[in-house]
């Protein structure tokens, strides 16, 4: 689900500046990323826990007097560690507590490593120890952790492998320092290539959020009026259809209509309309819950509005709250027919989603809407039930209306 906090333009800033992830896209990345990270770090520990087994021949050859030891380990410790870590890590939430608990798996390996080359005689110790490398190289190419970890675990390995080639071993002093330096330039090369990956991944991942971005302001934008902001008709019939999905109730509809509105346009001219319009919108808006009440610009000054888990009185009370606002805007009409002021028309219907479909509540509404401007406008009419919409049918109304 895309966070609010998000933004288009802060997407967009992220992609020409290159620069780290802010809190908020960060959050929105662990979200989207988080079952696909963990199926990878799990998807690569097991198979390193049968490698990492199979590898056992290598210390049958090359350290035997240290094998049993070395055996004990692989099996009583670092196994039933890497399989616990396995299992638990699809439970945590952060990634960065994923990441720190699967590069245990490689670090527990890189410590039995150097304790069988501390505690071995063989003459074939020097090779044994090369060993670390590969749990390093698994570290950074396979595991991936962020940057910081991969620096701090090879960090600790790196100087563990340090004292034990120069200080545990037999190794002559230029043989220990080859081996340090190998394990330097292999851990400097996999970390900078694990950086790297790290930020194609999340560039990669920007321009994800950028192409879903713009999809989803596209869509907001087919869906919704653009003086108003409301939805438009293509946008009502789509809540519509979710609404009578949902687990609502009852509903209950508004139709509100400005009266003489053609007039106002014709005395102070279209723009002047469209500021009208706006300000009817907010006077709307402040006495909805939205985004829970649906509102809409159901035609020119015509708008509908749609209070779920609301009966009719309430619905009544409502629409009365929000022709009392239009009439303390006092907002002058000097056209002809009005009586000073911008006033508007209030249809209100209620009905159980089970029993009346939306197209026959909107009617209701419609029909109340009717009785208002037959009866003088700048008022509130509730509609009950269906038997209004067989004396007064929706098309009457229109009928009315546009003859006003």
Known sequence: MMSDAVKLSTVERLIASRRPFPPAIREQFERDSRERHERRLVAVIWPSIIVYNVLLGVDYFLVPDAWQVSAAIHFVIVTPLAIGIAVLLPRLQ????????????PSAMSLQVLFIFAATTSPFADQYQYLVVLNT??????????????????????????????????????????ASLVLMMVTYVTAIGSLSAQRRERRSYLFRLRESLRHAEADLSSRHDKLTGFLNRSGLDKALKDLWKGPVSQVAAIMIDIDHFKSYNDHYGHLAGDSCLKEMATIIAAETRQPKDIVARFGGEEFLVLLPNTDLREGSRIAERMRRALTDAAMLHEGEGACGFISASFGVGSAATKTMSAREL????????????????????????????????????ETERRSA
């Not at 952060?94 to 798996?105: C, D, G, K, N, P």
């Not at 940057?147 to 701090?152: A, D, K, N």
């Open 137 to 178: 190289v698994f570290l950074s190419t396979s595991l991936r952790p962020q940057f910081w970890i991969v620096l701090t675990v090879s960090a600790i390995v790196f100087a563990l492998h340090f004292a034990a080639v120069q200080f545990l071993s037999d190794l002559r002093w230029q043989e220990a320092a080859m």
């Open 362 to 397: 909107i009617s209701a509404a419609d029909a109340a809407l009717y009785h208002v401007k037959k009866n003088g406008r700048n008022g509130v009419w509730p509609a009950v039930d269906r038997p209004v919409l067989s004396v007064v049918g929706p098309g009457a109304g």
């Open 94 to 105: 952060s990634r960065t507590s994923r990441e720190i608990l699967a590069a245990l798996v």
